[in-house]
């Protein structure tokens, strides 16, 4: 029986591994309920990263409130619980001693519960099983850069680190390098939430980083079309009161310049908000509540019925 492994990553500030397992499963139970289809296997990937750099936001934290000065400041709650976690969780995974810790990480729990070894990985495609992407902020950043970064690539980088990305690209239908690029699962559908992904391309304006994801994003979108002719289901979940969610439906065609539209079907769907959100509006406390806006998307049943029925889609 073909099987659709549902691959959930996290973002910034999750340190607790066991809560986070059990808020994926009872998504992946939502997700589950809507496709309801007997003639396949659901399988759900969680890949958990938030440990490691949980160390030295904890440090700089508590230097923070040993300043003099640290109870004049205003907001320090939201200071701490959300703008320190998502701006320190961002800016150590750009060092690349802490990206390769979350690659090994990511490639050893990723392998396992597949299931599969790297060798078997080749017969996949004929098989008829598929991937789906649920990425929620900086995971998307985190999983986009390591499938298609060019950093990764370079000489610098310790070869443990290399292979592991290699073998993870390898697990990718259309991304590998050279003949690998025709093994591993094809990608059947990418569901973010609350991405930065629009803010975190900032980096490469004005010149060329080896950060940028988007030449190889834009090759595997091409291979994988010449498979299946049809364009690849992309689904960006934005609530209106997450500071971090920005819209991508206008955003990914410009940074994939002069990107055949055939290629990808990019979506925002606005997730629901409550009434004293609409009634606040414009007003600050959006922004004081942003935390639990940004975190909203794995509970919100809209979200996981619509990855449901686009998962279910792709069954057909």
């Known amino acids: 029986m073909s099987t659709d492994y549902i691959v959930f990553i996290h973002g910034v500030n999750v340190r607790n591994k066991e809560d986070y397992e059990k808020q994926v499963n009872q998504m992946f139970?939502?997700?589950?309920?809507?496709?309801?289809?007997?003639?396949?296997?659901?399988?759900?990937?969680?890949?958990?990263?938030?440990?490691?750099?949980?160390?030295?936001?904890?440090?700089?934290?508590?230097?923070?409130?040993?300043?003099a000065q640290w109870d004049k400041f205003w907001f320090k709650k939201l200071r701490t619980d959300q703008f320190l976690p998502f701006v320190g969780d961002a800016a150590l995974y750009?060092?690349?001693?802490?990206?390769?810790?979350?690659?090994?990480?990511?490639?050893?729990?990723?392998?396992?519960?597949?299931?599969?070894?790297?060798e078997q990985l080749t017969d996949l495609p004929d098989k008829g099983d598929r991937l789906h992407l649920?990425?929620?902020?900086?995971?998307?950043?985190?999983?986009?850069d390591i499938l298609f970064a060019s950093r990764w690539d370079n000489n610098t980088v310790d070869d443990q680190s290399r292979q592991l990305v290699e073998n993870i690209r390898r697990g990718f239908f259309g991304?590998?390098?050279?003949?690998?690029?025709?093994?591993?699962?094809?990608?059947a559908s990418i569901?973010?939430?609350?991405?930065?992904?629009?803010?975190?391309?900032?980096?490469?304006?004005?010149?060329?980083?080896?950060?940028d994801f988007t030449p190889k994003l834009k090759e595997f979108l091409e291979a994988l079309h010449s498979t299946t002719n049809k364009p690849l289901p992309w689904k960006n979940y934005a609530h209106p009161g997450d500071p971090i969610a920005y819209p991508l439906e206008s955003i990914i065609?410009?940074?994939?310049?002069?990107?055949?539209?055939?290629?990808?079907?990019?979506e925002d769907i606005m997730s629901p908000t409550s009434w004293l959100g609409n009634l606040a509006g414009q007003s600050i406390l959006p922004v004081i509540?942003?935390?639990?806006?940004?975190?909203?998307?794995?509970?919100?049943r809209k979200?996981?019925?619509?990855?449901?029925?686009?998962?279910?889609?792709?069954q057909k």
């Open 253 to 266: 065609p410009t940074l994939l310049s002069n990107l055949d539209e055939n290629l990808v079907d990019i």
């Open 191 to 211: 569901h973010t939430m609350g991405s930065p992904i629009a803010l975190f391309n900032l980096i490469n304006i004005g010149r060329q980083s080896s950060f």
């Open 29 to 67: 139970q939502k997700i589950k309920d809507k496709i309801n289809n007997p003639s396949r296997t659901l399988k759900p990937v969680t890949l958990f990263w938030g440990n490691v750099a949980d160390s030295s936001t904890r440090s700089l934290r508590h230097e923070l409130e040993s300043s």
């Open 289 to 300: 509540n942003g935390g639990t806006a940004h975190g909203s998307y794995w509970t919100e």
């Open 94 to 118: 750009l060092s690349r001693f802490v990206s390769s810790e979350i690659v090994r990480q990511i490639a050893d729990q990723a392998i396992c519960q597949i299931g599969l070894s790297l």
């Open 175 to 187: 991304v590998g390098a050279g003949e690998e690029k025709s093994y591993g699962i094809p990608l």
């Open 134 to 144: 649920v990425t929620h902020s900086w995971g998307t950043v985190v999983l986009f």
């Open 303 to 314: 979200v996981a019925k619509k990855i449901g029925e686009v998962i279910r889609s792709t």
